[in-house]
């Protein structure tokens, strides 16, 4: 086997595995299970640009497929390797991420920024590590695609577009808990980052 078809399979292979990562990340919210009870006390529409700036973000990272040039042209067979066996593991944690955190939120998950009449503040679980881990998961698809099959200018576009949205979802949610919680919200906000889980200093927002 030829170094390029060599490459060809890696990549194959690699987008194979990050497409079935994302066929499970879409069922996490198609099997979710349903809650009935309390109504929505408020919500906030704008939130609804920043999921639509956040799907743009895939399709920069998506759209531009080159063959070959793709984010890493010319590594050697092992580095592809490693590269695609990175994504798929970035993809399947993102998943498991993601599921583990609808789970967590039960029947205050919604799409659209909202609180409920019997809103609880959730702060364990994934959410002891991130505030928001269902858009952490989201990164790490993002991420995992880009790995598999975008080119470099793709990621940073995609990495962009996404952070801007993303921005804007925090933003809307957390008016809401404050506004509900109060105290108890900038107390945990103080302790916990964002999306990202890395060490924060006091007043950061990751």
């Given at each position: 086997?030829?170094?390029g ?12 595995g ?36 956040q ?31 990175l ?9 498991a ?24 503040l959730i ?11 269902i858009?952490t ?16 200018w ?43 889980p ?7 927002d990751?």
């Amino acid at each position: 086997m030829s170094d390029g078809s060599g490459i060809a399979a890696v990549r194959t292979v690699t987008l194979a595995g990050v497409a079935l990562c994302w066929l499970a990340f879409g069922l996490v919210f198609a099997f979710r299970k349903r809650h009935g009870g309390g109504k929505a006390a408020k919500r906030e529409p704008v939130t609804i640009l920043g999921i639509g700036l956040q799907g743009l973000s895939y399709v920069f990272v998506w759209g531009p497929q080159r063959g070959e040039a793709a984010l890493f042209p010319a590594l050697p067979g092992v580095v592809e390797c490693f590269v695609g066996a990175l994504a798929i593991a970035i993809a399947a944690g993102s998943v498991a991420l993601t599921l583990k955190a609808v789970r967590h939120l039960g029947k205050q998950w919604s799409i659209v920024a909202r609180v409920r009449s019997d809103h609880k503040l959730i702060t364990d679980g994934p959410y002891g590590v991130v505030r928001h881990p269902i858009y952490t998961g989201m990164l790490g698809m993002l991420l995992a695609s880009g790995l598999a099959a975008s080119v470099g200018w793709g990621i940073l576009a995609g990495l962009a577009v996404f952070a801007l949205g993303t921005w804007l979802r925090v933003r809307s949610e957390e008016s809401l808990l404050r506004g509900m919680f109060g105290r108890a919200f900038e107390e945990y906000r103080a302790k916990v980052p964002a999306v990202v889980p890395l060490p924060r200093g006091r007043g950061s927002d990751a």
